[in-house]
């Protein structure tokens, strides 16, 4: 017999408020976000499907004040079902398939007291860690008309420190079964809400700049993840203002107890349901919690899909996701459990796949000193310096990778890419050989040799690299502080400290 599956998101007409510490909720009926870039299309990849942001942080914020303005929240009586987005599987041989990959949780880098009442040490960080993910996307008839939703996300270590695990039925489709690019997105770690409607956002908002769902053909419950990648706040990362959960992917043993957690609509608060686990009928399996779907004092209800399934052995030691809470089957609550497939859309989400340079990839550029390459002032012409600045989340900090074979690739500026400034316009990290130094210039047809770059992974340094350019084999380089970037010499066979590099 087949039972039907209940999903625990909570859905609303119209996008909700952009918080400060503490405020009220807000409606809107028919706004639209303020203009931004063009829409980037919905792309496939190993084991899911992705999508970027189509605006700034700056740009994501109006969007949600502009909602906030405009009045207040009313129930949307229709439902957000779960679906089939399709995509390669895994390949074999990716790092880490068919392997246990686990990471430890993460404190928070920021110094401050808790802003949680004493609870035992796990618990206590897992509120700060679990959030709420306000989300809004245009109604595919009448775009005019913005619906709103609510689930719960929870930040999972990361080489970024910016991502947060959630759930795909969370996330908004259109009928072809694609992600809507237009979607927006906010996550609110810590977040309740007062009897009074009293909010709260004790660590403040973060926009997204990426989202990736796991694929699956059959649209089975059993994998039903998503990831968001979210911009940082005033240069801060999410990871390190809240802590981050620890993660493990290709779990095959079941823990003796597991944790859920969520943030429901019917209370707004912070709640865990504690299960004895089993195997689900699904394959690959889910993870099934014996003693009835999570209620009483422990209510997952709507709006708490996409909260954290953690093993429970290991929980007072320091909270370990190994899945996201989907629902329920079976009258028990259910969770999706993490596999390759999941591995490989959070690899991709970050924004590092490992570390690791490839096509069609949007990253940062981190220098050892812990800048970033920068398009200076966001220009927009051709033969605009690029320097290193600390980060700020902006979109004239991030790099999109072309491969144009033989190992190099064109580096092209998202911002300007973003602006419509792309095909023979397009600009991209340059040498300029007049002067030593690298700018943000005009493609020269495919891209000429001082346009083409390599990178070469150092020695010794997992996840750094050198950059280089194809005329002469020069690297880029950084100042100690925050300055031009530099085109010269290696220095060495890895080559110096200032010219080594992450992508992020």
């Not at 990362?237 to 779990?251: E, I, L, N, P």
């Not at 107890?257 to 889910?286: E, K, L, M």
């Not at 051709?382 to 989340?393: E, F, I, L, R």
């Not at 084999?473 to 100690?480: N, S, W, Y």
């Amino acid at each position: 017999m087949e039972h039907p599956l209940r999903r625990h998101v909570v859905t609303l007409a119209l996008a909700t408020a952009g918080l400060a510490a503490v405020l009220p909720m807000a409606q809107v009926y028919a706004a639209t976000p303020p203009p931004g870039p063009a829409a980037s299309a919905p792309r496939t990849g190993d084991g899911g499907v992705q999508a970027r942001a189509t605006g700034t942080d700056a740009q994501q914020r109006a969007f949600w004040a502009e909602h906030e303005k405009n009045g207040s929240l009313r129930q949307f009586t229709g439902k957000l079902p779960d679906w089939k987005p399709k995509a390669d599987p895994p390949r074999p041989k990716e790092p880490g398939a068919g392997r246990t990959v686990e990471a430890p949780a993460a404190a928070p880098q920021q110094k401050g007291k808790s802003r949680f009442a004493a609870g035992s040490p796990a618990e206590t960080r897992l509120r700060a860690t679990t959030g709420r993910i306000q989300i809004s996307w245009p109604d595919e008839e009448n775009p005019s008309t913005w619906w709103g939703s609510a689930c719960t996300g929870n930040v999972i270590n990361s080489e970024s420190k910016d991502v947060i695990a959630t759930a795909r039925h969370c996330i908004p489709h259109d009928k072809q079964g694609r992600i809507i690019s237009k979607a927006q997105y906010q996550f609110i770690p810590g977040y309740s809400k007062d009897a009074d409607g009293t909010e709260h956002a004790p660590y403040g908002t973060w926009t997204f700049r990426s989202v990736g769902v796991v694929s699956d053909s059959a649209g089975q419950q059993s994998t039903d993840t998503a990831f968001l990648a979210l911009n940082t706040q005033n240069g801060t990362h999410v990871q390190d203002k809240v802590g981050a959960s620890g993660y493990r992917f290709g779990t095959t043993s079941l823990p003796n107890q597991v944790v859920i957690a969520g943030i429901p609509a019917n209370s707004n608060q912070f709640h865990t349901c504690v299960r004895q686990p089993y195997w689900g009928p699904d394959n690959p399996p889910q993870i099934l919690g014996r003693g009835g779907p999570c209620n009483g004092d422990s209510e997952l209800s709507g709006g708490a899909s996409g909260g954290p399934l953690l093993d429970g052995d290991t929980f007072d030691s320091g909270p370990v996701q190994i899945g996201d809470f989907s629902g329920s089957r079976l009258d028990d609550a259910a969770a999706a459990v993490w596999r390759d497939a999941a591995l490989a859309v959070f690899r991709s989400v970050q924004g590092t796949d490992g570390g690791q340079p490839g096509h069609d990839k949007v990253t940062t550029l981190t220098n050892a000193n812990n800048n970033l390459a920068d398009l200076y002032a966001y220009r927009t012409d051709s033969g605009a310096p690029v320097h290193t600045y600390h980060a700020t989340g902006g979109q004239n900090q991030q790099w999109h990778l072309w491969d144009k074979g033989e190992g190099y690739f064109l580096i092209e500026n998202r911002y300007t890419e973003q602006q419509g400034v792309t095909g023979a316009e397009a600009r991209v990290l340059d040498y300029n050989f007049s002067n030593g130094t690298a700018w943000s210039h005009r493609v020269n047809g495919t891209g000429s040799d001082n346009q083409l770059w390599r990178f070469r992974a150092t020695t010794g340094r997992p996840g750094w690299y050198t950059i280089r350019s194809k005329r002469g084999d020069l690297c880029l380089g950084a100042p100690e502080g925050e300055g031009q970037l530099t085109v010269a010499p290696c220095g060495t066979t890895d080559g110096l400290d200032s010219q080594q590099w992450k992508l992020q």
